[in-house]
Nanobody, 120 residues
Framework: QVQLVESGGGLVQPGGSLRLSCAASLSRFSIYIMGWYRQAPGKQRELVAA???????NYADSVKGRFTISRDNAKNTVYLQMNSLKAEDTAVYYCNGYRYIGGNKSPDYWGQGTQVTVSS
């Protein structure tokens, strides 16, 4: 059974920091494209950051310069370091992963989500 398990969410004040972790039970983890998504109440789920197998990254404009995605392939874990948090960052954050097998895209695997609340 494929499982992605997020942790590290919680309540933080504006300007604060939080580090999210996603532990993935994925065979050949290093091959997977991993990402963090978030969904605020009443809004669509959006891509926050992604990290590719080669190490390149991509960020939503709203988080550039504040968030950093990284991965530790030896630990099958992807991280999201969130600094200078704003109230607008409040959302449920989800871990996502997929890979290509012989040119064919695998299913998307999702974690259960972890709540991040930025409030004073």
């Amino acid at each position: 059974q494929v499982q992605l398990v997020e942790s590290g969410g919680g309540l933080v004040q504006p300007g604060g920091s939080l580090r999210l972790s996603c532990a993935a039970s994925l065979s050949r983890f290093s091959i997977y494209i991993m990402g963090w998504y978030r969904q605020a109440p009443g809004k669509q789920r959006e891509l926050v950051a992604a990290i590719y197998s080669g190490g390149s990254t991509n960020y939503a404009d709203s988080v550039k310069g504040r968030f950093t995605i990284s991965r530790d392939n030896a630990k099958n874990t992807v991280y999201l370091q969130m600094n200078s948090l704003k109230a607008e960052d409040t959302a449920v954050y989800y871990c996502n992963g997929y890979r290509y097998i012989g040119g064919n895209k695998s299913p998307d695997y999702w974690g259960q989500g972890t709540q991040v609340t930025v409030s004073s």
